[in-house]
């Protein structure tokens, strides 16, 4: 679909595991992935992309995600719009249901599921459209404030015409493929993929580890977590000419920080230099698990007076965490910064507020451990290094209560959107996230539905206030990440290991 006939809304963010839902087409008017459907299956069939929806159905369902802020990167959005346009069908249960259902399908980082679920929502009637003016240089704005990077918005984020490097390479590129096997150079993607000896990524099944064990001690609190993996949807990429400089593996997001020091950069200059010719590198999402930096396993141990100790590890290759150790400090000036070296994929400071959301998580749990305030229903406010201000409250009955402070809004639909993301992904984090690895440091879970991500049917409702300010615009979402993780590990009792909800792991 992408090589031979340039319907680069299909996009490739796990081929050939079939699990992401970015590639999904229509087969005959059904929804189906394309990474895992053969050409001979669908020969004398009908075969339809988001470049050929009828022009008005696209319309309206992209007119509904860029109101809802349904959409930030892109890149997983045209393969979602497809599956749920298709719920238009005569017949097709068009409910909050019926969405979710459809949604299982797929994985989104950044959004949080629930405005995907309203603009669905709005475009099959079920709701008022909300029609809300927006500047997309103000909503631009804010996305890097968020992000932090550049990031697009309107109707063109929402197609996936973000400028991912995987897009925008010059035709005729020569395509390099890397996986654990090494780099296939051909002169499409079909022809990459035949040079590699590629092992098919795999769901383990082994158990989740905790490597850092807790300093000894009697502790008021302590905290324990695991391999967790950034999970961003485009994998690794980047595009040169001979001499000139590669294009950003970022395009239009900043992937939680997760490529921000991403080589593949330096091998697209690399092989291009080589081969006198534009080349596209890219990496398989195996490569992406394997090779990709991961949330720095803690353990954490607090004093009832704040004092403490917080263990860091850091295997060979990783990132200096000197910046990490800087962001604690200002979170639990009280706790000793320790790096304990063990086996295990590379780890990066850069990753959404490590350690200083841990950190200040337990500070919180700890002020209302002492005011014996465990459980739901528990109210956390917690303040961003930015200054940001962010209160959240997890109900009995599992509803998420957000209130944010992030001085002037520039555009609150795109804010409002960051908070939820950063609330699916708090909450993923202390339930459900993790990756299995071995003992002597390799990654055993190389599949994207093995990382624990929270489905659509899994989120809870979340309600988002936004208090206006005319202070500049701050960084807001991290606030509400840290907050909800608290609020999260104390409506689960403190549990003295994150995540608490994973089953069967």
């Known amino acids: 679909m992408r090589d031979q006939f340039g319907c680069l809304s299909v996009k490739d963010g796990c081929a050939p595991q079939g699990q992401c839902g970015c590639c999904t087409v229509w087969v005959d008017g059904r929804p189906r992935v394309a990474c895992v459907t053969a050409a001979r299956r669908v020969a004398g069939r009908s075969v339809t992309t988001l470049e050929g929806l009828d022009a008005d159905l696209r319309g309206r369902w992209v007119e509904a995600f860029t109101d809802a802020g349904a959409s930030q990167c892109g890149f997983c959005t045209p393969g979602i719009l497809m599956r749920l346009a298709a719920l238009d069908a005569a017949g097709a249960k068009r409910d909050e249901g019926a969405v979710r259902t459809a949604l299982l399908a797929h994985l989104c980082r950044c959004t949080g599921w629930q405005s995907i679920v309203e603009a669905a929502s709005a475009a099959l009637g079920d709701r008022p459209r909300e029609v809300r003016a927006r500047d997309p240089l103000l909503a631009s704005w804010r996305a890097q404030v968020e992000g932090p990077a550049f990031q697009s918005s309107g109707p063109a984020a929402a197609m996936g015409e973000g400028g991912f490097a995987s897009d925008t390479a010059p035709a ?247 908070c939820l993301g950063a609330v699916h992904q708090a909450l993923g984090l202390g339930w459900s996230e993790g990756v299995a690895v071995d003992h002597d440091g390799r990654v055993q879970d190389l599949t994207v539905r ?47 290991r994150w995540p608490t909800r994973r089953r069967g792991r």
């Open 172 to 418: 005729g590129s020569l395509v390099a493929l890397r996986d654990e096997s090494g780099v296939s150079v051909g002169s499409d993607l079909a022809s990459a993929r035949r040079g590699l000896a590629k092992v098919q990524g795999r769901r383990s099944g082994e158990p989740l580890g905790h490597p850092v064990p807790l300093p000894e001690g009697q502790w008021a609190l302590t905290l324990q977590t695991t391999w967790v993996e950034p999970a961003y949807l485009e994998p690794d990429a980047s595009w040169c000419g001979p001499g000139a400089t590669p294009a950003s593996p970022l395009a239009n997001g900043g992937a939680f920080g997760g490529k921000r020091t991403s080589p593949v950069t330096g091998e697209a200059r690399a092989l291009a230099d080589e081969r006198g010719a534009p080349v596209l590198a890219l990496w398989t999402r195996e490569e992406v698990v394997r090779r990709g930096p991961k949330r720095p396993p803690i353990a954490l141990a607090l004093r009832a007076d704040g004092t403490g100790v917080i263990r860091v590890a850091r295997p060979e290759g990783s990132a200096d965490l000197t910046p990490m150790q800087a962001a604690v400090a200002e979170a639990a000036p009280g706790l000793l910064f320790e790096e304990v070296v063990v086996p295990g994929p590379p780890v990066a400071p850069e990753l959404r507020a490590a350690g200083w959301a841990e950190a200040s998580a337990a500070v919180a749990a700890l002020r209302a451990l002492g005011e014996g305030r465990v459980g739901p229903g528990v109210p956390v406010e917690v303040v961003g290094r930015t200054g940001a201000r962010a209160r959240v409250e997890i109900g009995a009955d599992g509803r998420v209560a957000v209130e944010v402070s992030a001085g002037e809004p520039l555009d609150e639909t795109t804010l409002r959107s960051y």
């Open 450 to 496: 093995s990382f624990g991500i929270l489905a659509a049917r899994d989120m809870p409702e979340v309600r988002v206030t936004l208090h206006r300010s005319d202070r500049p615009p701050v960084n807001g979402s991290d606030a509400v990440f840290a907050a909800t993780a608290a609020a999260a590990w104390l409506a689960d009792g403190l549990a003295p």
